[in-house]
Structures are given as structure tokens and as C-alpha cells.
């Protein structure tokens, strides 16, 4: 059983920048990969950014430019930079970890663009 844990989101003014968390509840080396999910109110759950445990990303066409992806294998966690943010990233985040057991996912955080 794995447990993610997503941390840093909030309101931010269009145009500015939130850093999202997730942190895993064990070694994330062995993890094929991790990603960050969005889901707004009455819309289906989507990709936002993925990366490998090879180090390989990929991006939601909405995203590109200015979301980046990274993960740090000694503290087990994964971030989403989110730099000129508009009200259209207004979403739940999920945090996501594929494994050879099987899909996991953290409960959420909110982040609200919104002047």
C-alpha cells in the first residue's frame, strides 16, 4: 500500500505561482511513474504532468511553459512548479503514482486562481 500526501495549494492571483508537494509513504525509485492530475468542478479527472522514473515528462498541452515537473528520490516526493497561472488551472490537484501493484492516489489539494 502506498499513501501520497499533496501540500501547497491555495489562492494565488492570475499571473503568479504555487509550488504543489507530494510526498510518498515509501521509496518512490521503484514507482514506474508520478504524475499530477486536475479536476474541476463538473469535469473529468485529466493529466496534468507526468514523469518517469527514467526522468522522461510529458505535459498537458495547457500547461507547457509554464508547469514543470520534478521529483527528488531522497525525500520520496514529487512537485508541480506552477508559474503564470490563470483561472482556467483553478482544479483540484491530484497526486498519482503508478507501481507494479497497481495505480495510487492522494486525496487532493485545492488551488484557486483568482484575483
Known amino acids: 500500500q502506498v499513501q501520497l500526501v499533496e501540500s501547497g495549494g491555495g489562492l494565488v492571483q492570475p499571473g503568479g505561482s504555487l509550488r504543489l508537494s507530494c510526498a510518498a509513504s515509501?521509496?518512490?525509485?521503484?514507482?514506474?511513474?508520478m504524475g499530477w492530475y486536475r479536476q474541476a468542478p463538473g469535469k473529468q479527472r485529466d493529466l496534468v504532468a507526468r514523469i518517469t522514473t527514467g526522468g522522461s515528462t510529458n505535459y498537458a498541452d495547457s500547461v507547457k511553459d509554464r508547469f514543470t515537473i520534478s521529483r527528488d528520490n531522497a525525500k520520496n516526493s514529487v512537485y508541480l512548479q506552477m508559474n503564470n497561472v490563470n483561472p482556467e488551472d483553478t482544479a483540484v490537484y491530484y497526486c498519482?503514482?503508478?507501481?507494479?501493484?497497481?495505480?495510487?492516489w492522494g486525496r487532493g489539494t485545492q488551488v484557486t486562481v483568482s484575483s
Open positions: 498519482n503514482a503508478e507501481i507494479s501493484a497497481g495505480t495510487y
Open positions: 515509501s521509496s518512490i525509485v521503484r514507482f514506474y511513474a
